[in-house]
Antibody
């Protein structure tokens, strides 16, 4: 059974750095893309970016170069880093496997992140 | 970026009725790279349809995706109680990938 296990801090202050990890269990790591998506009440579902083993990650330009997605294949983990967070970054963050023509067929449970001073 | 507009915003139907959800793209979606997701309250989205019309593993055949170019449709032939949820379309044919704003299917 494929599972994605998300970890990371849920409460941040403005200007801090968000860091979330996604551990992959029960499936090959190198055969798929790994994506991050967030969901906030004001903007719905928003694709943050994705990474494929051996390729450069791809990001949504709306994040203005604040995002880094990296992978650690030896421990089957993907990391999301979002710098200089603001209140507008308050959302539920999901990692997902994008294996079916880049459709996201397996999702983590989500991490609720609140940015507040 | 491609903007996806879903309609209607809310669909009020009885169990057993047919639901027709629309997703319109601001530009052509390349290679019919369009998916549909279902999201129940407090849960992560669940993939229903990819490549416009292919059902994901375990998805009942009452869910059907169709369309091409800029106009896409998700049809639920007979609504079951567990189908009342929010549905999102997503295009992955061009970067950045984008989602529609969602259609809520609620019990009438």
């Amino acid at each position: 059974q494929v599972q994605l296990q998300q970890r990371g801090a849920g409460l941040l202050k403005p200007s801090e750095t968000l860091s979330l990890t996604c551990g992959v269990f029960g499936t090959s790591f190198t055969d798929s893309f790994w994506a991050w998506v967030r969901q906030s009440p004001g903007k719905g579902l928003e694709w943050i970016g994705e990474i494929d083993h051996g390729r450069r990650p791809e990001y949504n330009p709306s994040f203005n170069n604040r995002v880094t997605i990296s992978s650690q294949p030896s421990i089957k983990q993907v990391t999301l880093t979002l710098r200089s967070v603001t209140v507008a970054d308050t959302a539920i963050y999901y990692c997902a496997r994008a294996a079916l023509f880049r459709s996201m067929d397996v999702w983590g449970k989500g991490t609720s992140v609140t940015v507040s001073s | 970026e491609i903007v996806l507009t879903q309609s209607p915003g809310t669909l009020s139907l009885f169990p057993g009725e047919r639901a027709t959800l629309s997703c319109r793209a601001s530009q052509n979606v390349g290679f019919n790279s369009l998916s549909w997701y279902q999201q129940r309250p407090g849960r992560a989205p669940r993939l229903l349809i990819y490549k416009t019309s292919t059902r994901a593993t375990g998805v009942p055949d009452r869910f059907t995706g169709s369309g091409s170019g800029t106009d896409f449709t998700l049809t639920i032939s007979r609504l079951e109680p567990e189908d009342f949820a929010v549905y999102y379309c997503q295009q992955y044919g061009s970067s950045p990938q984008t989602f529609g704003q969602g259609t809520k299917v609620e019990i009438k």
